[in-house]
């Protein structure tokens, strides 16, 4: 079980940081992400991390402003969003991934507005 929190409302060029955690124990060979669904949209993409957190990738729209890291130790993922746009706002979704699988295991997510 994934569980997001730390979402809210910031104005823009603020920031926000969202922790992930997993009840369940998710390993820690698994490529953790995080994932926003806009009014309208389908979910993307917003940044995911190797297992042992050496290779992160982040969508365009993100790069520069958001950080995606990990504790293995504290079964958490976060996301540490900066320079928050009015278009970051979202539901945001973790999620995590076997090596070689699917996003399959998905939180309730937690939402983030901003506004301008």
Not at 56 to 85: C, P, W
Request: overall charge positive.
């Amino acid at each position: 079980q994934l569980v997001e929190s730390g979402g809210g409302l910031v104005h823009a060029g603020g920031s926000l940081r969202l922790p992930c955690t997993s009840f369940d124990r998710t390993p820690s060979s698994y490529s953790m992400g995080w994932f926003r669904r806009s009014p309208g949209k389908e979910r993307d993409v917003v940044a995911a991390i190797s297992w042992r957190g050496g290779n992160a990738n982040y969508a365009d729209s993100v790069k520069g402003r958001f950080t995606i890291s990990r504790d293995n130790f504290k079964n958490t993922v976060y996301l540490q969003m900066n320079s928050l746009k009015p278009e970051d706002t979202a539901i945001y979704y973790c999620a995590s991934r076997p090596v070689g699988g699917d996003w399959a295991d998905w939180g309730q997510g937690t939402q983030v507005t901003v506004s301008s």
